[in-house]
């Protein structure tokens, strides 16, 4: 049974940091390539960070670019994602997401709020 555990929200004040965890199993991780989404409130769900594979290369979305940074374990296996100086336009639920092919899974989301 695939499954996507995500951990780590919560509430922070504007300028903080969270570190979001992803905890993956039931499907081979290492071919899969790892985001992070997010939905803020009468949004649409968007990508925030990923981790392709195989080539390991890394997206940034525009809006966290400097302040982000997707990580993967591969023996865990689990994804994470650091983000700092944290702003109120980061409140949204977080989501993570593997995907190969037609494979797509995602988590339940968590969520964060960021306090002016």
């Known amino acids: 049974q695939v499954q996507l555990v995500e951990s780590g929200g919560g509430v922070v004040q504007s300028g903080g940091s969270l570190r979001l965890s992803c905890v993956a199993s039931g499907f081979p991780f290492r071919r899969y390539s790892l985001s992070w989404y997010r939905q803020a409130p009468g949004k649409e769900r968007e990508l925030v960070a990923s981790?392709?594979?195989?080539?390991?290369?890394?997206t940034y979305a525009d809006s966290v670019k400097g302040r982000c940074t997707i990580s993967s374990d591969e023996f865990k296996p689990a994804i994470y994602m650091q983000l700092n100086r944290l702003k109120p336009e980061d409140t949204a639920i977080y989501y993570c997401?593997?995907?190969?092919?037609?494979?797509?899974?995602w988590g339940h989301g968590t969520q964060v709020t960021v306090s002016s």
């Open positions: 981790f392709a594979s195989p080539s390991g290369s890394t």
């Open positions: 997401n593997a995907l190969e092919g037609s494979n797509n899974y």
